[in-house]
């Protein structure tokens, strides 16, 4: 393919597998940091591999939970073996994918994104899986189709958070059909070259590094391309606060708080909080996708 993203992160950016796992401690306020100071400078490097499975997260994922430890708590329970991805709409190839023969029609080599995601702190995270556009071309998609919908697993049994109607379940989220072609917008099925956690969104799920956290959809069950624009399900729950595109910028602020700066992860525990950059850092590539467009008015 032609337009493939090259990495410009390397390894040496990668925020420490420990400290992306640890977040929790690193952004948890006062009593966790100190204790975390407690164990000693370089408790984070020291970490054995039986600690980081006893590592309390810092997830969002309210499928199993508004508290940040929930995910982790429960979302073991989660099946994402065998799994099914319905691709629907106006595609040549509507139908129900299965998992595994997605994987081996994406697996052209085995690729490493190293990409920035930031929503108050900030890390690089190496992620495997495939770019978006390999899968969309995959069910062929018709010339009618300008966005992308998705929908995350709607398991009740599985799922204790579902009980709580802090969003409108299913979570869906969505992209404007160039956003969802370009070569950063990437389905991950790794990261830290292990499978993905459950409660990072296993067995597969979004990865937009020029927005915030919360369009990286998790645990998708269904691609639906579509002639309108979807809904989304922060947009739904707060749509003052919560736009449809929800591009990272430093300019303008969330109405309750700044955007203007982030926290990196793994820097440290009195890592400085550094400016955030318009569109995470990614502008030269995709400022382009919004040319015209007040990004104010289209938050
Ligand atoms: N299905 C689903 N996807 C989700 C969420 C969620 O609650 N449910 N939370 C979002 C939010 S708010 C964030 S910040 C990211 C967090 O992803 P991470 O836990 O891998 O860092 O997942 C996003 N994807
Ligand atoms: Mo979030």
Not at 56 to 67: A, I, K
Not at 175 to 202: K, V
Not at 277 to 286: C, D, R, S, W
Request: proline share 7%; glycine share 10%; with cysteine.
């Amino acid at each position: 393919m032609a337009n493939r993203w090259i990495n410009q992160l390397t390894e040496r950016d990668v925020t420490e597998e420990a400290a992306y796992l640890n977040r929790r401690q690193i952004i948890g306020g006062a009593a966790a940091g100190l204790a975390l100071m407690a164990q000693g400078a370089g408790a984070q490097e020291a970490l054995t591999p039986s600690e980081w499975e006893d590592i309390t997260q810092y997830n969002n994922y309210y499928e199993f939970g508004t508290d940040k430890g929930d995910p982790a708590r429960y979302a073991g329970a989660l099946t994402t073996a065998p799994w099914t991805l319905r691709i629907d709409g106006l595609v040549d190839r509507p139908g129900d994918y299965a998992f595994e023969d997605i994987m081996k029609a994406m697996t052209i080599e085995e690729r490493i994104y190293r990409l920035r995601c930031v929503e108050a702190w900030s890390m690089v995270v190496p992620w495997n899986g495939f770019e978006l556009a390999d899968l969309l071309n995959m069910a062929g998609v018709q010339s009618g189709a300008t966005y992308v919908a998705f929908e995350t697993a709607y398991r009740p049994e599985e799922m204790p958070g579902l009980r709580f109607p802090v969003l409108d379940w299913p979570y869906v989220e969505g992209l404007r059909l160039d956003e969802a072609m370009h070569p950063l917008t990437i389905m991950a099925t790794g990261i830290y070259g292990r499978d993905i956690p459950n409660q990072n969104g296993a067995p597969l799920r979004l990865v937009v590094p020029w927005k915030y956290g919360f369009k990286s959809i998790k645990s998708v069950v269904r691609v639906t391309l579509t002639d309108s624009q979807p809904p989304t399900s922060w947009n739904k729950a707060g749509p003052r606060e919560y736009g449809f595109y929800s591009n990272v910028n430093p300019e303008v602020s969330h109405p309750r708080w700044s955007q203007a700066d982030e926290r990196p992860i793994g820097g440290g525990l009195f890592a400085r909080r550094q400016p955030t950059l318009m569109f995470n850092g990614y502008a030269e590539e995709v400022a382009g996708l919004y040319e015209g467009m007040d990004l104010t008015a289209n938050f």
